[in-house]
C-alpha cells in the first residue's frame, strides 16, 4: 500500500492561498490520490481526487507532479471555516483500500 | 438521501461486553468501510468490505469482526470490548473509486 507523508501543521491567513503538500513517491500506476478533511470530530469530508492531471471543482485545486510522487492540495481564499486537519491518500479502485495518514492540522488565522 | 447512517452515536461498555456497531448506506454503493480514530490520532482502517459477500482485513483488525448483511448493510462487531478499544468508529462507503461517504461516528468508551 502507498503511504503518504504530510507535515503535522500548517498556518495560514485568512483570504490567502493554503498550499498543502503530501509526498505519496511509491504510489503505483493505477493509484490514485485523494484529499479528505476533517473538522472538529466530524466524519470526513471528501474535496478532491486525480490520477495524474490537474484537478479543480468548487472547493479546490489538486496539483499532481509530473512523476506523481507527490501533490499539492490548494485552497485558493482560505476562510476561517477551512480550520480542519487535511489529509492526502492514495488509494486504488481496484484494490479498494484506502489508507489514511495522520493528516496535516491547518489553521486559518483572521 | 440520508447518506451513511451509523448507530449508536454514543455508547459506553464494560470491559468483556459485546457490542455492534450499525452502519447503514442509501446510496447504492459497493463497497463499505471501518475505521477508528483514537484521540488526537488518524484514522485506522480496521476492515472493509469491496463487495456484497466480501470482507477484508484493514491495518488493525484484531479484536473485531464484520458482516456485510445485505448491499446496504455492514456492522462491526467487538466480541470482548477492551479499553484499548476506546475509539470513534467511523462507517464510510465509496462509489466506484470516487469520494468516499462518511456516516458521523459512534463513540465508544469502554471502561
Known amino acids: 500500500d502507498a503511504k503518504t507523508t504530510q507535515p503535522p501543521s500548517m498556518d495560514c491567513a485568512e483570504g490567502r492561498a493554503a498550499n498543502l503538500p503530501c509526498n505519496h513517491s511509491t504510489i503505483s500506476g493505477n493509484e490514485y490520490v485523494y484529499w479528505y478533511r476533517q473538522i472538529h470530530s466530524q466524519g470526513p469530508q471528501y474535496i478532491i481526487h486525480g490520477l495524474k492531471n490537474n484537478e479543480t471543482n468548487e472547493m479546490a485545486s489538486l496539483i499532481i507532479t509530473e512523476d506523481r510522487k507527490s501533490s499539492t492540495l490548494i485552497l485558493p481564499h482560505a476562510t476561517l471555516r477551512d480550520t480542519a486537519v487535511y489529509y492526502c491518500i492514495v488509494g486504488s479502485p481496484g484494490t479498494y483500500k484506502y489508507i489514511f495518514g495522520t493528516g496535516t492540522r491547518l489553521k486559518v488565522l483572521a | 438521501n440520508a447518506g451513511v447512517t451509523q448507530t449508536p452515536k454514543f455508547q459506553v461498555l464494560k470491559t468483556g461486553q459485546s457490542m455492534t456497531l450499525q452502519c447503514a448506506q442509501d446510496?447504492?454503493?459497493?463497497?463499505m468501510y471501518w475505521y477508528r480514530q483514537d484521540p488526537g490520532m488518524g484514522l485506522r482502517l480496521i476492515y472493509y468490505s469491496a463487495s456484497e459477500g466480501t470482507t477484508d482485513k484493514g491495518e488493525v483488525p484484531n479484536g473485531y469482526n464484520v458482516s456485510r448483511l445485505n448491499k446496504r448493510e455492514f456492522s462491526l462487531r467487538l466480541e470482548s470490548a477492551a479499553p484499548s478499544q476506546t475509539s470513534v468508529y467511523f462507517c464510510?462507503?465509496?462509489?466506484?473509486?470516487?469520494?468516499?461517504?462518511f456516516g458521523q461516528g459512534t463513540r465508544l468508551t469502554v471502561v
Open positions: 446510496m447504492n454503493h459497493n463497497s
Open positions: 464510510a462507503s465509496i462509489r466506484g473509486g470516487s469520494e468516499a461517504f
